[in-house]
């Protein structure tokens, strides 16, 4: 068992995943397990019914959009240090979003989440993602399947065609890591309750982001969140240079957040 965030790192390098145990605790996982029941039923939340996000599946999107108690999802002291060794400094927040699924489900085509971007295959790292076990994860409720060391893999994995995985089985409270190149996917639900997970996603600070951050959350709302959690949303600047406005932030710019005079200081 990994114990520390370079053991995390070296595991993810090997074997493109590691599992951080007992990350939270159970009122935490509860906390956030009753919050999105009650968004779930004020969105009218359904399952899509499409081959990738399952026709007994519910999903959340945008999550910090919500407030608390998601705002302290993607700081998290147990996951944040790992996906920075993973993609570097200035990563960004990609999505926030829950994923329940429900009796009845099959097993998610096998993807790996890097698969739209256009890129040489095996590549250093450029999305870093998270599990959040709000439940048991077990084979037969659908935890997530993995294929071990598919991130050194030349290749996308075929869409819809069968692969040899493995199911990525954690207690309640403990979060899966993984590289975005590694081959994973959903599992099947044979059981009559609900496997309920938060897919907390990062990726590089040059990646494009999957969810908008900075118009998918109101700027009220964003006044309000940490210098930390604004740079996250994509309200820094990647290495010094890419994303200013007029050698400022967009967080400068807009809230005041740490003015500096040396932003195309990129050596």
């Not at 399952?47 to 999107?61: I, L, M, Q, V």
Request: aromatic content about 6%.
């Amino acid at each position: 068992m990994a114990t520390d965030t370079a053991e995390h790192l070296a595991r993810i390098e090997t074997d493109g995943y590691t599992l951080v145990e007992d990350a939270i605790s159970n009122d935490v996982a509860d906390a956030l397990i009753d919050d999105l029941a009650r968004l779930e039923h004020e969105l009218g939340t359904v399952p899509s019914a499409n081959s990738f996000e399952g026709a007994a599946t519910k999903r959340t999107y945008n999550l910090l959009a919500h407030g608390d108690p998601w705002l302290d999802v993607p700081v998290h002291p147990a996951v944040l240090p790992i996906v920075r060794g993973v993609l570097g400094d200035g990563p960004l927040i990609s999505s926030v979003s829950s994923i329940a699924i429900g009796p009845g489900e099959t097993a998610q085509p096998i993807h790996a989440d890097d698969q739209t971007m256009p890129i040489q295959r095996p590549s250093r790292p450029v999305v870093c993602n998270s599990m959040w076990a709000l439940t048991d994860f077990t084979e037969a409720n659908g935890a997530t399947r993995i294929v071990p060391g598919s991130h050194y893999r030349d290749h996308r994995p075929p869409y819809g065609e069968p692969q040899d995985s493995i199911p990525a089985e954690m207690a309640k409270g403990s979060i899966l890591v993984w590289n975005g190149s590694l081959w994973h996917g959903g599992g099947a639900n044979t059981t009559d309750g609900t496997r309920i997970g938060i897919a907390m996603n990062y990726c590089a600070g040059w990646i494009r982001q999957q969810e908008n951050q900075q118009l998918g959350i109101p700027a009220e709302m964003m006044a309000a969140f940490s210098p930390e959690l604004r740079d996250l949303c994509g309200l820094g600047v990647y290495k010094g240079l890419i994303g200013h406005i007029d050698k400022r932030t967009p967080a400068d710019r807009l809230y005041g957040d740490n003015p500096t005079d040396n932003l195309f200081d990129v050596t």
